[in-house]
């Protein structure tokens, strides 16, 4: 199934009973938590006594993926592994949203050709014999489907039956050195690109609101054909490789990258500045926002739904946060629309911290750019 097939199957929406699935059959319902919104806290790597992510050709525990040098000269294992919980219906989508997610930490690193891939996956235990075949035939194909479209194969992997559905997998890549992205360059003076709009978290919960008759969207007057339109433009976001994303940050020389998944924009654009050469400030003035995630996170109680203006609302194969001068910058944009059909913005700069700690905050004064759906029939 190419990338037009899979539009046209998130714009036609989930038939459970062409399936063979229950008129009334709710994927998300087998899990109380979400995608990438479950992640535990970064405190708790600290049981790893890790202190420093990036000690000279090695990467370890608090970035995207390991990097790990082999016995052999030039040569090093990149290897990421990931999991989490249903939160779209249609269990082929969410197979190829796994193998998105997983091979996004690749990706960030500027690893674009995975070797290998394995499946993890918890059956959960309420499924009956005949929703488990459906569900999970339909999510192997899915993730078999996506790990082809991204060059590699899945060759083995685990089964357990527990409480929920947990959907994972493991990525593996040996690459030589130039096929690695130094991710601890930035410089004050750079500028940071995002790849693919936030709101991930605001769409697939107000969908479920929507979905399940909750009366949240009646209690907030929330309009139902832009929840919709929303959910379908995070879903085809969440499919989407950024495997082009990851081969620009070779051709336009990026300086640091990492991806945008459970602790947001802010969460993990704090990790990443934390682990820079340079004592530097990551500033986000802008947010490009998936259109009217906004509305709607303004409408809840707080006026920051989900966190979503603080930068730590949670997405699930987000797009790459990258660090690169101004001139290429311009250039990483011209280039990834042309690619992937789907544009990138300028969140921020990279200013020296002159306290000399490195760290990342959202300026004060940041702005909100709306992102129009780009997904059509046809």
Known sequence: MDKNEVIERILAGFNPSACGLPEDFILTKLTGAKGCGCKILLQLLENFNETKVVDNDEIGIGLDSCVVPLRHDGFKLVQTTDFFYPLVDDPYLMGRITVANVLSDLYAMGVTECDNMLMLLGVAADLDGKQR??????????FKDAA??????????QTVKCPWL???????????????????????????LLTKPIGGQVAVNSYEWLKKKTGRVEELGLDEKRIVRAFQQVSEQMCRLNRNAARLLHTHNAHASTDVTGFGLLGHADNLARAQQKPVCFVIDNLPIIEYMDEIARKMPSGNGFNLFSGTSAETSGGLLIALKQEDAQNYI???????????????????AMDGVCKAVIHKDFSVQTIPSRIHSG
């Open 133 to 142: 075949d459906v569900v999970i035939g339909q999510f192997i194909k899915g």
């Open 148 to 157: 082809c479209c991204a060059g590699t194969k899945v060759r083995g992997g």
């Open 166 to 192: 947990l959907l994972g997998g493991v990525g593996s890549a040996v690459v030589a050195d130039s096929e690695l992205r130094r991710v601890d360059a930035a410089q004050p003076g750079d500028v940071l």
């Open 334 to 352: 011209r280039d990834i629309a042309e690619l992937d059909g789907f544009p990138a913005w300028i969140v921020g700069r990279v200013e020296e």
